[in-house]
C-alpha cells in the first residue's frame, strides 16, 4: 500500500526543489539517492555517465516513516505544499525520487523575476546568449560588454539568490541591467535560487549548468561578494545567559540590561525567562520537548530583534546543549552576533539560596523534573563567558557581561 507522508525541508533543500522543478537542474529530475550522491561526489558523473558537479540530496530523519512506493508532500515552512516526491530510495539519512509540482510555489521579493528556464529560452530564441551568473555585485561591466559584442549574443543576467543576501544580488542585477541597456546590450534577467556549494570548482561547474540550462552559450561567472560586516556596534547581537535555576542569570541580565540603558547607544530587548513562560510559552511545562520549543521560540524573537542590529538579552535555563546551538546557529543565520554566557554558579550554591523555594520541594520530589535534581543540566563548553557568581557581588557579576562587551566593540 502507498501512503502518503508530509516533510518540510530546509532552506537550502528547498532551493534545490525550486530548481528541480524549474528544470534548471536539466536532466535532473528528482532527488539523489546517497548511492548517486557519492558517485557525483567521487566521479563527477549521474548513473549514466553524464557529467554533474553537486550531490542534490533530501535528508529525511531515520524515524520518518516514509519507505521505498510512498510519496511524500514537501511543504515550505509556512505549510504551503510544493511538490509530491515518489521515495525510490531511503539509506544514509535520505529520502531520493522523482518530484512532482503541486501548483504554482509563492514566492518572496522579486517574484516577478523567477522565470525558469523555459520561459527564458523562448525570449531568446535563435539568440547567442551571455550568460552570468552573479553573488555580488558587478562593478566592472566592460569585459561583459566586449563578450557580448564579441560573440554578437544577448547578456543574460542570472543573479543566484538565496538566504539573507539575496535580495541585494537582485537589486544590483537590476542595476547592472539598467547600464548595459544604456549602452546598447539587448539584455534578461532571470532570478534563480541557487545556493552557494563550499567548493569553489563544484559551485562553478554547477553555475555553469544551470546556465545551460537557461539556454546559455558561453558563461561569465560575476565575482564572488566581498562580505565586510558592519563595525560591531551596529551588528546585532544576542547575549544568551545559560545556567541552573538560582544561579543569577536573570539578576546579572537585568543588570546587564540596565546598565545598557544607562550608556546608550543600543536598542535592547529583554526575554527574561519568566515572563517569556507567561506569555510567549504559556501553556509550556518542563519536559524536554517542552523546554526546547521554549528555547527555540526565545531563539526565534532574539534573532528577529538581532536581524535588525538589536541587542537582546534572553535569561533562560535552557539546559540542552543541542538547543542552546540551534540558538546560535539562528542567530548567526541573520548576520548577527551570539554570546554565550554560562552562569556556572554550582548547584549547591543555586540550593542554599533556593530563593523560590523550588529546591526544597525537588528534593521532597513534589516537582518533578526539576534541573540539576531530577532533570539534566548540559554544561556548556563553547561559553563565550563563564561567571560564576557564588562569592561576588551583583555588580562584579554584571560588569563581567558588560567589559567583553566593550572590549569587543559591540558597545561604545
Ligand atoms: N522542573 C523545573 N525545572 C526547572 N525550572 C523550573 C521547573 N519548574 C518550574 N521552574 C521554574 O521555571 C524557571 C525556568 O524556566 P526556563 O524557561 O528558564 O527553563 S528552560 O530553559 O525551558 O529549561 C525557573 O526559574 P529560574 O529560577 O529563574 O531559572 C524555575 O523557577
Ligand atoms: N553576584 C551575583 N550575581 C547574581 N545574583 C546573585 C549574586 N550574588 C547573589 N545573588 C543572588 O542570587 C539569586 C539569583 O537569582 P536569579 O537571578 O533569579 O537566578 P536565575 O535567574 O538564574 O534563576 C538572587 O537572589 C541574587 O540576589
Not at 28 to 35: D, I, K, P, Q, V
Not at 46 to 63: C, E, F, I, K
Not at 110 to 128: D, H, I, M, N, T
Request: aromatic letters at 4%; hydrophobic letters at 45%; proline letters at 8%.
Amino acid at each position: 500500500m502507498t501512503a502518503t507522508f508530509e516533510w518540510t525541508p530546509d532552506a537550502r533543500e528547498l532551493a534545490d526543489l525550486e530548481l528541480l522543478l524549474s528544470g534548471a537542474y536539466h536532466p535532473l529530475t528528482g532527488f539523489m539517492s546517497s548511492a548517486e550522491a557519492h558517485a557525483v561526489d567521487d566521479h563527477g558523473t549521474l548513473a549514466d555517465g553524464t557529467r554533474w558537479p553537486a550531490p542534490v540530496t533530501l535528508s529525511l530523519p531515520g524515524d520518518h516513516p516514509a519507505a521505498p512506493g510512498d510519496r511524500v508532500t514537501l511543504r515550505d515552512p509556512e505549510g504551503a505544499p510544493l511538490a509530491v516526491l515518489t521515495v525510490t530510495d531511503r539509506s544514509g539519512g535520505l529520502a531520493a525520487g522523482p518530484v512532482e509540482a503541486l501548483g504554482a510555489p509563492e514566492h518572496g521579493p522579486f517574484a516577478r523575476l523567477r522565470l525558469s528556464p523555459a520561459e527564458v529560452r523562448k525570449e531568446l530564441a535563435g539568440r547567442e546568449v551571455l550568460a552570468v551568473t552573479m553573488r555580488g555585485p558587478l562593478d566592472d561591466l566592460g569585459e561583459i560588454t566586449a563578450t557580448a559584442e564579441e560573440l554578437e549574443a544577448a547578456v543574460l543576467l542570472l543573479p543566484l539568490a538565496f538566504g539573507e543576501g539575496g535580495p541585494a544580488v537582485v537589486r544590483a542585477a537590476l542595476k547592472a541591467r539598467d547600464r548595459l541597456a544604456e549602452s546598447g546590450a539587448e539584455t534578461a534577467l532571470a532570478v534563480v535560487p541557487l545556493a552557494p556549494r563550499q567548493e569553489q570548482a563544484v559551485d562553478l561547474e554547477l553555475r555553469e549548468h544551470v546556465a545551460e540550462a537557461y539556454g546559455a552559450t558561453e558563461h561569465l561567472a560575476g565575482p564572488e561578494p566581498v562580505t565586510l560586516p558592519g563595525p560591531p556596534h551596529r551588528r546585532g547581537l544576542v547575549v544568551f545567559f545559560t545556567g541552573l535555576s538560582g544561579s543569577g542569570k536573570s539578576t546579572v541580565a537585568r543588570g546587564l540590561r540596565d546598565a545598557l540603558l544607562e550608556r546608550g547607544g543600543r536598542t535592547v530587548t529583554y526575554l527574561d525567562g519568566d515572563v517569556v513562560r507567561h506569555l510567549l510559552s504559556a501553556g509550556l511545562g518542563f519536559s524536554r520537548e517542552d523546554r526546547d520549543l521554549n528555547i527555540r521560540r526565545i531563539g526565534f524573537v532574539a534573532a528577529e530583534a538581532a536581524r535588525h542590529g538589536g541587542l537582546a538579552i534572553c535569561a533562560p535555563i535552557a539546559p540542552y546543549a543541542a538547543t542552546r546551538e540551534e540558538v546560535r546557529a539562528m542567530v548567526e543565520a541573520v548576520g548577527a552576533d551570539f554570546l554565550l554566557v554560562h552562569v556556572a554558579t554550582p548547584l549547591a550554591e543555586c540550593e542554599r539560596r533556593d530563593r523560590k523555594g523550588l529546591y526544597a520541594k525537588a528534593r521532597a520530589g513534589l516537582i518533578p523534573e526539576f534541573t540539576g535534581i531530577s532533570a539534566p543540566y548540559e554544561e556548556p563548553e563553547d561559553a563565550d563567558l563563564v561567571v560564576d557568581t557564588t562569592a561576588i557581588p551583583v555588580e562584579r557579576a554584571v560588569d563581567a557581561v558588560l567589559d567583553p562587551l566593550v572590549q569587543g566593540g559591540w558597545v561604545r
